[in-house]
């Protein structure tokens, strides 16, 4: 961290102990020897999370460490009856967690939107291109979000595997409990200090739709309106910062949220959450293949082998660095120069591909959202399935290009059909190989249209260095 940052976190840290010392319970105080036990378990799991794994692993490997050490502490002290250190005490990092992020939703989601469309240009000056690009992209995700629901329903990952009769005892068991210092610090003293928003009551869709429509506006007048684009462009910028901010905390949080799934549940959720990322992988190959071989073939006329050989090295790097905005050179690179497609269309697409459509995205939302739904027993209805499709939808709009964006908007997805936002603690801990995945899957979708667009124009052109595209070596990392 540099110096410059150190007397922002000073304020912010001052400014939570100000709130803790205002709002700090005096009830359910634990005896002296539990306090001492305590305050060394914290000392050493702050220590564990912000010493000593930074030194060793970048941030991927230390939210995946955290799952995998959360899973361990929580199967402990399940095994010793103990499962409230985990749930009351190291829970408090898990609930400060979920809280910043869904803090930073509403304006990530109405930031994020008009900025993207404000700067897509003259919507009425794009005419035809811009109805068709809109048609395909809300098309492909609509698809993407069938294929998702379609395999979740399917495999059922979160049924069978765990007992749902014991998971509800539990549950109830909890409520009742007499609350512990811990607890009191989750209900009391976090939600005076970081705003608790309740996601689900939040009206996701009219925000989604008043950001379009002002961002629309914003661009019809872009001449009047350029200080309010740049502002939006900047605000924008500024809170992917802060999410990126709240994201020091995942492996802690990861550890807290798992930690806390595993201690009350036992290790029922591991091979359930081995099923659930089968699943995601498996809706995810289908869309590829469904786009690739179907789409492109039949409305882009250019062979699969073409494709894939020319957008090689974009896919390589969306895999590696799960973000379809930094992807984004070498996507419009590929598309154009290796794949053939018009560059007009493609400069047109693919940045507003890049932040409003996100066929894995949406893909995913959907797929943790029943999954999760099935581990808390709860039957989706066809009419609470397609609350579910078409909030997927509007999320993944308002999802930024970033690694780990959709993770906090998935609990808007959750909310919206009555699933606990809690909920989220089962699924992260493996997030960051699915957002690998999703990412590679959003940037292929806004490939292929650049190709199927390009072509119903009239504009498909022939990759540019023929004998590079089409050598099999020609791949390598941009
Ligand atoms: N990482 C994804 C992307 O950049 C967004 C997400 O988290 O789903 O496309």
Not at 22 to 27: D, F, M, S
Not at 139 to 150: E, F, K, P, R, S
Not at 155 to 164: A, C, F, L, N
Request: aromatic share 8%; hydrophobic share 55%.
């Amino acid at each position: 961290m540099n110096v410059g940052k150190a007397p922002l976190i000073t304020l912010i840290v001052l400014a939570l102990a100000l709130g803790a010392a205002a709002a700090w319970p005096t009830e359910g105080i634990p005896n002296l020897g539990e306090v001492l036990l305590l305050a060394a378990l914290f000392f050493a799991v702050l220590a564990l999370f912000f010493l000593v794994l930074p030194r060793f692993f970048k941030r991927p490997m230390q939210i995946f460490w955290g799952m995998v050490l959360g899973a361990l502490a929580g199967w402990a002290l399940h095994a010793m009856d103990r499962a409230e250190l985990m749930t009351d005490y190291f829970g408090i990092f898990g609930t400060l967690f979920i809280q910043l992020l869904t803090m930073v939703i509403v304006p990530l989601v109405f930031v994020t939107i008009v900025s993207g469309v404000s700067t897509m240009g003259d919507a009425r000056r794009l005419g035809r291109l811009g109805g068709k690009t809109i048609l395909y992209y809300c098309c492909t995700t609509a698809i993407a979000v069938l294929i998702g629901l379609m395999c979740v329903n399917v495999i059922q990952p979160g049924r069978g595997t765990v007992d749902v009769d014991r998971i509800l005892a539990v549950q109830e068991e909890e409520a009742e409990r007499e609350p512990t210092l811990g607890m009191q610090v989750q209900e009391n003293v976090l939600p005076a200090i970081v705003p608790d928003v309740d996601i689900g009551r939040v009206p996701i869709l009219p925000l989604i739709f008043s950001a379009i429509f002002l961002g629309a506006v914003m661009a019809a007048y872009a001449e009047k309106t350029q200080p309010a684009i740049d502002f939006f462009k900047a605000m924008d910028y500024a809170i992917i910062q802060v999410v990126l901010w709240v994201m020091y905390l995942a492996p802690i949080g990861v550890f807290a949220l798992m930690g806390r799934a595993i201690a009350t549940m036992g290790l029922e959720y591991i091979p359930m959450l081995a099923q659930y990322v089968l699943t995601v992988v498996l809706g995810l190959g289908l869309h590829f293949f469904v786009l690739v071989f179907g789409v492109l073939v039949v409305l882009g006329r250019i062979s699969p082998i073409r494709f894939v050989r020319g957008m090689a090295p974009a896919i390589q790097l969306a895999f590696s660095s799960s973000s379809s905005s930094a992807t984004l050179p070498v996507t419009m690179d590929c598309a154009t120069r290796r794949v053939g497609s018009s560059r007009k269309v493609s400069s047109f697409m693919l940045p507003l591909g890049a932040t409003i459509n996100m066929d894995g995205t949406a893909l995913y939302v959907a797929v943790a959202a029943l999954f999760v739904s099935q581990v808390y027993a709860m039957d989706l209805s066809l009419g609470e399935q397609l609350m579910v499709f078409i909030t997927a939808v509007a999320v993944s709009v308002g999802t930024a290009g970033i690694p780990g964006a959709s993770v906090g908007l998935m609990t808007i997805i959750f909310a919206s059909v009555g699933i606990p936002v809690e909920g989220i603690g089962i699924v992260i801990g493996v997030d960051r190989f699915l957002d690998m995945c999703r990412t590679l899957v959003n940037i292929n979708g806004d490939a292929v249209g650049t190709v199927v667009i390009s072509q119903t124009e009239g504009e498909m052109g022939e990759p540019e260095t023929a004998a590079e595209a089409a050598s099999p070596e020609a791949a390598p990392a941009p």
